[in-house]
């Protein structure tokens, strides 16, 4: 259930990714035409959604107990948006009219998120993310924790094993 609810979510996350990375791309390019720096008006603002744009990416690409599907689904989005944008751009223009859309329609023919898709669908690949680690579960440690042990009153001798020592000729 995990991964459908993952696969849904990234179907979401994906279009919030594009167009606020498009939303900053718009900012950034109006500030460069009035010769503004980036700390000066919207500018700051413009940063701390970029940063949000990068914990979000992350958030998407580290945690190992994070369902594969996820990440996978806004790989799948933001490459097929940039292979629509390539093939089919007139598609996209019939997108309603929302902020950051303008950006957007700029940065996903120049292919920007290919790269991205690239790196979130690699972490289908990693193994120990299909699975979900129980609470419960035994780990390596505990599972031979006192396999050789005696058991007590099983007669155990106390003698010392005898060690095996190598002959070498002199």
């Given amino acids: ?9 990234g179907l979401v996350l994906a279009p919030v990714l594009v167009l606020a990375c498009g939303w900053a791309f718009s ?22 959604g970029l940063v949000g744009v990068g914990i979000m990416v992350a958030l ?13 689904s806004v790989a799948l989005v933001l490459g097929s948006a940039t292979g629509v944008a ?32 690239v790196v979130l669908a690699a972490t289908v690949f990693v193994g120990g993310r299909w699975r979900r680690r129980d609470e419960h579960e035994v780990t390596e440690e505990e599972y031979f924790e006192g396999l050789h042990d005696e058991a007590p009153g099983s007669g155990a001798r106390s003698e010392p094993a005898a060690q095996h020592v190598p002959r070498h000729r002199a």
Avoid: I, N
């Fill in 1 to 9: 259930m995990r991964h459908v609810v993952g696969f849904l979510s």
């Fill in 27 to 48: 900012h950034l390019r109006a500030l460069h035409a009035v010769e503004r720096g980036v700390l000066e008006g919207s500018g700051p603002l413009v940063l701390a």
């Fill in 60 to 72: 998407l690409a580290v945690p190992p107990r994070l369902t594969p599907m996820l990440p996978l």
């Fill in 86 to 117: 390539l093939l089919r751009g007139h598609l996209l223009q019939r997108l309603p009219d929302v902020p950051g859309l303008d950006g957007a329609l700029d940065l996903l023919p120049l292919g920007v998120f290919v790269p991205l898709a």
